[in-house]
């Protein structure tokens, strides 16, 4: 803590705070608690919406689904601990996100994973990969959610720090959310869960700290999940809310007993008396630092209404997880700490919530990458075949089944569309509808331009669930950024939340939760700024959706892209250039958010009026990998395609492999083009007719007709299909 | 005709075995919680999918000391119908209703994928309606798959018909590459030497919808139902 | 109170995928002359008083019930009498 | 040949489910007098000829580089030398 804020914290109590309190404020003013840095800025995004239940500032947002059903979702990075022990750092992730949704009264239906590792030549890369995935595994399997889908990008500037993001999703009735307040006076304040121990301490800090060469010497600031131990607490959380007995809950995350005891006194403008004595305990002698401070996992704190602690310790006995009885509600607005007889620590709750300090970092922009389209320093091949075959071999635009291989995609049976698709769907059972689920973020286009990138970012998430036919609803997000003293970084930050939030106004979807990550440095060196988002949809009728393969023999493709805009325009392939010669720059695609509506819009009314067959969006790779992907999408019966580029101006390999935004490849039956043909023109959505599924192999000419490339499909799939083996074995 | 789906702690396919055999193929169902000591009147046992105890040590090695698992025992030694899926199979294996081990799978990697399986025996209640030599598509979801016996128990099930399934192709071979997990002669299921308890690692229930992209998986509920019902 | 060590491996004859695979890593490290790796669990079970004999039968019993499965692993006991050692 | 032995446990004040889920599970058989369990890796490597300082070495360095995560481990060598000892 700096001398500047210790002086406030002694100033707000009016003498000077032993080391507990101390200790208390260091975590509650940490900015991983307190989001000193970020606040000004999380300010400017819409968070309001018809459907919007619950937005930012709970454990989870909620949002309405109808028919008195909601769904309650958050994203969360564990970016730091899984860097330092990659298995334990995931699973805990897993874990304590799991408790957000659990938290709010959701059942969690879906795990997703924006994973960012270094290098796949890195060397610690291969360890840290497979680390996380298999504890992501370890933990979300366990526990029967099935992870359902997520994304996963290869890039140095991730080498020293990679990036571990995880979202889920619960549903639960729109009327029974439950909040974490801590309120009626003398209301018992109760935990649940497993007992503390020494692990973690001081968590909270190392997140928002960067890394030097002493990161791998930090001690146990790493814990082991107990998945088993997280399943009996949502079960038995679940049960005793259905009980009523609840008056408000929250688990016990980043600085444990203390964040959330303050944060639910906080909310209610109530205090809390916490005696450490009856706090369950696995070892010995733990001093009330320890205590207040330790991360322990799968633990909760909540407050239950006076007289009914018996309903609740005998649902615990139940599942055979400790429950005590360790403080109450009171009036005084203080945070008060009892041990042995004594009181160790007794703060104003608005001093370590509140009226947490709060910052307004200097921003300087500055250009981290060149203005130039370094494609011009590639030669242009006649057979772009190769170059096809390079960047579907590529990790990043590889297959990553690898990935999600090692998790249950299915448990619970409502998976309709599993990971591989643009988003993943759910059937909601008991209704006819499916929810829809994305994560989304390119930190490459917001080194070039933060601002358009975090719009990018929003317009491709809901674009995503715009090809599975799902409505999008509102989002979630986790903001990864270098270190928030350095004015370059600070000012990435805003313009990325500015350009997110105009593309939320835009497209409407409100944030309803969300999470920062600062920090992410190593040694002087940021990362690239990536803001993730997680997106949800809802397609009302399950069985109007669309996938990204193509179906049909015969079936005419289509590019659908704004109106005023060239089908293709030129430059801006991005991951091709990156794949073909390693260097980056230029700037990221343009994008009206108009004509963005619209065209997702489209999309939509196609797959629901039944017109539209598949539809894939175009991203990193452009038409080219979109192609590819649509003709591989079903392994067993796999379809090729016969396609001719539109009119443009421009390199050819710049403009197949071109990442433009707004833009979706669908298929169509050959008797609806007439269809898709009139609702494009009443939507003023540009159509280009590029061709046909057809034969097995995929074949792109020129808008002149010169052969372009012509790649067998099976080709194609080996090259897709072991993208990924470098990194996690054959 | 009822099925007891029983529930440790750390089932989770409990609801999806549940919901298929309820909703889809529409027979008697109810939950059996593993401090129970009989299955309430049930015809069929189901041992579901999930991670009974938190199967730290290994799976399944806590499961079979459970209450419960008394019940599953009088039920089978009364020559009634148990089915164990997955972790279920891995629990019976270890309470020793049947045969082999589960060990990690192959790759040390938990695996989640389609596989097909070819049947081998239709002496169980649950694959009467199923001809041997048919193939079936059925999701995997394991890290602990990877059938275990001596060679001379091996020799001992192929003589008494006690393999029921095994991993294939879509046609029907016994590849290699179709073993995922790596198991002792492509063994995906067996039964005891009685035939009424059969357990396999692949889920049936996760393949009785279309919309779950395989309806192979309701043969085996159906088998039992009508096998009950004669 | 005494400690009593529990070594259960696979059996001979019994692929050991996981002692492949680390054999394999360490290999890909650059180390030579490994020539086999076995990965097997190691358990250390605190005990309460007791005599000697006693403790061994209760351990081995532990092994054959739960903590080795007898179809495919061996196991292997240790008591060290520990501080405190039975008067 | 020489056979090296290598424990990897968690580190003091770690959580271990596993161990727990052993201790509880031990006491509900009826097991009394587990006061508690560790479980942790036994890792058998077999070493090819080589002095003794210098395998112990190495395999220090295989537990630091793979075997374990000092983050959350701590290990253990024990050289044995075998039937075929260096000449
Ligand atoms: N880490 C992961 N976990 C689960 N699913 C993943 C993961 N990485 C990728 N996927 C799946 O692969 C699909 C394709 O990946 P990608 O091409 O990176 O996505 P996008 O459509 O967002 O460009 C994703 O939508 C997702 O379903
Ligand atoms: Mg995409």
């Given at each position: ?673 007439g269809r898709l043909r009139e609702a494009a023109e009443r939507a003023g959505v540009g159509l280009a007719a590029i061709g046909a599924a057809a034969g097995s192999a995929l074949r792109v000419d020129a808008p002149d007709g010169f052969p372009l490339l012509d790649v067998e499909l099976s080709a194609l799939q080996a090259a897709w299909c072991g993208a990924l083996d470098e990194v996690f074995g054959t | 005709m009822r099925f007891a789906v029983i529930v440790f702690p750390g089932s989770n396919c409990d609801h999806d075995c549940y919901h298929a055999i309820k909703h889809v193929v529409g027979a008697g169902v109810h939950f059996v919680w593993h401090k129970e000591r009989s299955l309430a009147g049930a015809d069929v046992a189901v041992v579901p999918g999930g991670f009974s105890y938190g199967d730290y040590l290994r799976a399944g090695a806590i499961a079979r000391f459970s209450p419960v698992m008394e019940a599953v025992r009088r039920h089978s030694a009364q020559g009634r119908p148990v089915l164990g899926i997955c972790n279920g199979f891995q629990i019976l ?138 | ?70 179809v495919l692993e061996d196991f292997r006991i240790e008591i060290a009498p520990g501080p405190s050692a039975p008067k």
């Amino acid at each position: 803590m700096s001398t500047a804020a210790q002086s406030r914290a002694t100033l707000e109590t009016a003498r000077a705070p032993n080391l507990t309190e101390l200790g208390v404020f260091s975590a509650m003013w940490n900015e991983h608690c307190s989001y000193k840095s970020s606040r000004i800025h999380l300010k400017k995004f819409p968070t309001k919406g018809p459907r919007v239940l619950q937005g930012p500032g709970e454990n989870a947002g909620v949002v309405d689904l109808g028919g008195g059903l909601a769904v309650a979702f958050k994203m969360e990075s564990h970016n730091h601990p899984s860097f330092i022990e990659p298995y334990q750092g995931a699973a805990t992730g897993v874990g304590g996100i799991l408790r957000d949704v659990f938290t709010m009264g959701a059942r969690p239906i879906a795990l997703l994973d924006s994973l960012r590792f270094g290098a796949v030549d890195h060397d610690r890369t291969p360890w840290l990969a497979g680390g996380v995935v298999s504890g992501i595994a370890g933990y979300g399997n366990c526990i029967g959610v099935p992870t359902v889908g997520g994304e996963t990008y290869f890039h140095p500037c991730y080498n020293e720090n990679i990036l571990v993001n995880v979202m889920c999703a619960g549903t639960l009735r729109a009327d029974a959310i439950f909040r974490g307040t801590a309120s009626g006076l003398g209301n018992p304040v109760i935990y649940v869960g497993a007992a503390t121990g020494r692990d973690g301490i001081h968590g909270a800090s190392m997140a928002s700290a960067g890394f030097d060469e002493k990161a791998l010497e930090k001690r146990p600031t790493v814990q082991v999940g107990d998945p088993f131990r997280e399943k009996l607490l949502l079960e038995a959380c679940l049960e005793l809310m259905k009980k009523g007995a609840v008056i408000g809950i929250q688990d016990m995350g980043a600085a444990g007993l203390t964040s959330s005891s303050a944060e639910m006194a906080g909310r209610a403008g109530t205090g809390l008396i916490l005696r450490l004595d009856a706090v369950p305990r696995r070892e010995e002698e733990m001093t009330p630092y320890e205590l207040m401070l330790s991360e322990s996992q799968e633990r909760m704190l909540l407050v239950a209404q006076r007289g009914r602690e018996g309903e609740v310790r005998e649902i615990f006995a139940r599942w055979d997880l400790p429950m005590a009885v360790v403080g109450e509600v009171t009036g005084d607005g203080r945070l008060r700490v009892e041990s042995e007889g004594g009181i160790v620590a007794d703060l104003p709750v608005r001093a370590l919530t509140d009226d947490a300090p709060l910052y307004e970092r200097p921003l300087r922009p500055e250009r981290g990458l060149p203005s130039a389209d370094p494609i011009g320093t590639l030669p242009e091949e006649k057979d772009l075949g190769p170059s096809l075959l390079a960047l579907a071999a590529h990790p990043n635009q590889g297959l990553k089944k690898p990935i999600w291989r090692q998790y249950d995609h299915m448990v619970r049976t409502n998976t309709l569309t599993p990971p591989g698709g643009d988003a993943a769907l759910l059937r909601l059972k008991g209704t006819a509808k499916a929810l829809a689920l994305t994560t989304d973020g390119n930190a490459r286009y917001c080194m070039l331009d933060p601002y358009a990138g975090g719009m990018l970012a929003v317009a491709e998430a809901a674009r995503n669930l715009s090809c599975t036919g799902a409505l999008p609803l509102a989002m979630t997000n986790c903001l990864n950024f270098g270190n928030p003293e350095r004015p370059a970084v600070m000012a990435q930050f805003a313009a990325a939340i500015e350009g997110m939030a105009e593309a939320c106004r835009a497209l409407n979807v409100p944030v309803v939760s969300g999470n920062v990550s600062f920090y992410n440095e190593t040694q002087g060196v940021d990362i690239y700024p990536t803001p993730v988002v997680g997106m949800v949809g809802l397609l009302e009728e399950a069985g109007r959706r669309a996938g990204h393969g193509l179906q049909r023999e015969g079936d005419l493709l289509f590019l659908l892209h704004p109106a005023r805009e060239a089908p293709l325009p030129p430059g801006g392939a991005h991951e091709y250039v990156w794949v073909r010669c390693g260097q980056e720059g230029g700037q990221p695609p343009a994008i009206s958010l108009v004509a963005e509506a619209a065209v997702q819009a489209l999309c939509r009314e196609g797959i629901l009026g039944g017109f539209i067959r598949s539809a894939h969006d175009l991203s990193e790779g452009g038409l080219g990998m979109a192609l590819a992907e649509s003709c591989l999408a079903s392994p067993a019966s796999r379809l090729g395609a016969r396609v001719r580029l539109p009119e443009g101006s421009g390199r050819a390999d710049g403009r197949l492999f071109g990442e433009s935004a707004s833009r979706i490849l669908v298929s169509v039956p050959p008797a609806s083009e007439g269809r898709l043909r009139e609702a494009a023109e009443r939507a003023g959505v540009g159509l280009a007719a590029i061709g046909a599924a057809a034969g097995s192999a995929l074949r792109v000419d020129a808008p002149d007709g010169f052969p372009l490339l012509d790649v067998e499909l099976s080709a194609l799939q080996a090259a897709w299909c072991g993208a990924l083996d470098e990194v996690f074995g054959t | 005709m009822r099925f007891a789906v029983i529930v440790f702690p750390g089932s989770n396919c409990d609801h999806d075995c549940y919901h298929a055999i309820k909703h889809v193929v529409g027979a008697g169902v109810h939950f059996v919680w593993h401090k129970e000591r009989s299955l309430a009147g049930a015809d069929v046992a189901v041992v579901p999918g999930g991670f009974s105890y938190g199967d730290y040590l290994r799976a399944g090695a806590i499961a079979r000391f459970s209450p419960v698992m008394e019940a599953v025992r009088r039920h089978s030694a009364q020559g009634r119908p148990v089915l164990g899926i997955c972790n279920g199979f891995q629990i019976l294996t270890e309470a020793g209703l049947l045969p082999g081990a589960l060990r990690r799978n192959a790759s040390l990697r938990f695996i989640c994928d389609d596989v097909w399986l070819r049947c081998e025996s239709s002496r169980t209640p649950f694959t009467q309606g199923i001809e041997p030599g048919q193939v079936l598509k059925m999701p995997i979801a394991h890290g602990e798959g990877n059938f275990f016996c001596e060679p001379e128990a091996l020799a001992e099930l192929e003589a008494n018909g006690q393999i029921v399934f095994r991993y294939c192709d879509p046609g029907g071979q016994t590849t290699r590459a179709a073993n995922l997990n790596g198991s002792t002669a492509h063994i995906a299921g067996v039964c005891n030497r009685e035939g009424n308890v059969l357990g396999l690692m692949p889920h049936p229930e996760r393949a009785s919808e279309r919309d779950m992209g395989s309806e192979d998986g309701l043969r085996l509920f159906q088998s039992a139902l009508a096998v009950a019902a004669s | 109170m005494a400690k009593a060590v529990v070594y259960v491996t696979y059996k001979r004859g019994v692929l050991d995928p996981q002692g492949e695979a680390v054999r394999g890593a360490l290999s890909s490290l650059g180390f030579q002359g490994v020539a086999g790796v076995r990965v097997g669990k190691y358990i250390e079970i605190e005990l309460a008083n007791g005599r000697p004999e006693e403790q061994r039968a209760a351990v081995e019993k532990m092994c054959r019930e739960l903590l080795a499965n007898p179809v495919l692993e061996d196991f292997r006991i240790e008591i060290a009498p520990g501080p405190s050692a039975p008067k």
